[in-house]
């Protein structure tokens, strides 16, 4: 679904109210104005104009007398369709990344499943609901998984991170990083960096990384980068874990 920008009010912060709405009267059989307004913490004239919007760009809204307002199904893009193996793919990556990753990925990965669950076919849907494909979480699984939302969190908005490293010698040493990505190996996670210690990529184990610090200090975007990690690891023949991981 796209909208024109201009059209509808030249803001990107109106169009994602716009498909917040959607997604909203997606879930709900009907909503009145003042619900959505709720929702959104805007004015009930807000939420006109957003509904207006909505209908002038295609998106076909009802008003059910004395119940509010509802989604006409008939005029959705049609519903999700899956092979029986695409949903058991699908179903059990997001349970993986529900064990395997930090808490609040994994809430998502659970919400995301949901929300495809919802928009599915009634074949589909019971497909997805009778996947035996597990994976457990336990112990062992937030061992793996510790420490993982601020790497990624600081992935995301371009911090730099400080910590200390214990390498597989027993030796520790302070490390100042630019975090470029994270690989999964099953039984560890490894951080991608490029380490201002060594002036070069360097790989951690993110169970190894300990009184991990989030600086404010970004780093310019043109610097080093994953693509420049992997491409150097590919020149030289090693994987993303060369380097007793860190050294």
Not at 55 to 78: H, K, M, S, T
Not at 81 to 87: A, L, P
Not at 164 to 178: E, F, K, M
Request: net charge positive; glycine share 8%.
């Amino acid at each position: 679904m796209t909208f024109d920008f201009q059209r509808l009010g030249g803001t990107r912060r109106r169009a994602d109210r716009l498909l917040q709405i959607v997604e909203m009267l997606r879930h709900h059989r009907s909503m009145t104005i003042e619900q959505i307004a709720g929702r959104l913490e805007v004015s009930r004239r807000t939420v006109y104009r957003d509904l207006e919007a909505l209908d002038a760009g295609g998106v076909r809204i009802r008003n059910l007398p004395g119940e509010g307002y509802a989604l006409d199904r008939q005029a959705l893009l049609p519903p999700l369709r899956f092979e029986d193996d695409e949903c058991e793919a699908l179903v059990l990556g997001l349970r993986m990344a529900a064990a395997w990753v930090d808490p609040t990925l994994g809430a998502a990965a659970c919400g995301a499943l949901e929300k495809i669950e919802a928009v599915m076919p009634d074949t589909s849907a019971a497909v997805l609901a009778h996947v035996r494909l597990f994976a457990p979480r336990g112990e062992w699984a937030r061992t793996v998984r510790d420490g993982l939302e601020p790497v990624r969190e600081a992935i995301a908005n371009l911090r730099k991170l400080r910590f200390a490293y214990t390498a597989l010698n027993g030796r520790i040493s302070r490390r100042t990083v630019r975090p470029l990505g994270l690989h999964f190996w099953g039984q560890a996670w490894t951080l991608a960096a490029w380490c201002e210690r060594r002036r070069a990529y360097r790989t951690f184990r993110v169970d190894r990384m300990a009184e991990l610090e989030s600086l404010d200090d970004p780093w310019p975007v043109d610097g080093p980068d994953l693509a420049g990690y992997l491409a150097e690891r590919r020149s030289r023949g090693e994987g993303p874990a060369a380097e007793g991981m860190g050294g």
